[in-house]
C-alpha cells in the first residue's frame, strides 16, 4: 500500500459507535467488561442507559481502563456516587474526565438541565478493556454502556465485550 493510499485512507475515518447491552452481574461486586478496543482510538462520548431498574444495594461504580501491554487497570473517571432506585430510561453520563464521576441524569432532550457535556475534548485509549468496576452489590438493575470514537490507525475497532 503506497503511502497516498494510507494517506487517503486516514482522512477517511469515520466516528463509530458501538453499544454494549447490560446484564445484571455488571453491577454486581467486582469487573465488568464492557468493550475491547483493538488498537489506538480516540473516545469521544461514553454514556449509559439504565434499561431496568437500580437495585437498592448503593452500588458505586467506575469506569476503568486495562491496557493489553501493561495489564495495570488504570482509572477513566472517578468514582461514581451511589446509585439505588433508578428507573428505566434514566441516562449516565460522564464528562471525559478522570475527575469527573459518572452520573444519572433524567431522560435527556434539548431542555433538560441534566444533560452531559463532554468536557475532556477526546479521550485517547491504546489496545486494552474498558470496564466498570463496583464494590458494592446493586442488588439489581441493567445499564446499555454505548461509546463513540474515533480510530487513530486504519483498522482500530471497539466491539462490545
Not at 478522570?98 to 463532554?118: F, M
Not at 474498558?130 to 471497539?158: A, E, H, M, Q, R
Request: aromatic content about 8%; some cysteine.
Amino acid at each position: 500500500m503506497t503511502l497516498g493510499t494510507r494517506a487517503q485512507l486516514f482522512q477517511n475515518r469515520t466516528f463509530g459507535c458501538v453499544r454494549r447491552g447490560g446484564l445484571v452481574a455488571d453491577l454486581g461486586i467486582g469487573t465488568a467488561n464492557l468493550f475491547i478496543v483493538s488498537g489506538v482510538v480516540d473516545i469521544h462520548f461514553m454514556f449509559g442507559v439504565i434499561t431496568t431498574v437500580i437495585g437498592a444495594g448503593l452500588a458505586v461504580p467506575r469506569l476503568q481502563f486495562v491496557p493489553t501491554v501493561g495489564a495495570v487497570q488504570v482509572p477513566l473517571s472517578a468514582v461514581m456516587g451511589a446509585i439505588n432506585g433508578q428507573a428505566a430510561g434514566e441516562v449516565i453520563t460522564w464528562d471525559g474526565l478522570l475527575a469527573g464521576a459518572p452520573a444519572v441524569s433524567a431522560q435527556l432532550g434539548t431542555s433538560e438541565t441534566g444533560e452531559g457535556v463532554w468536557a475532556g475534548g477526546h479521550l485517547t485509549l491504546a489496545a486494552g478493556t474498558i470496564v466498570l468496576t463496583n464494590t458494592v452489590d446493586s442488588l439489581g438493575g441493567v445499564i446499555d454502556w454505548y461509546v463513540v470514537y474515533l480510530p487513530k490507525v486504519f483498522g482500530t475497532t471497539i466491539v462490545a465485550a
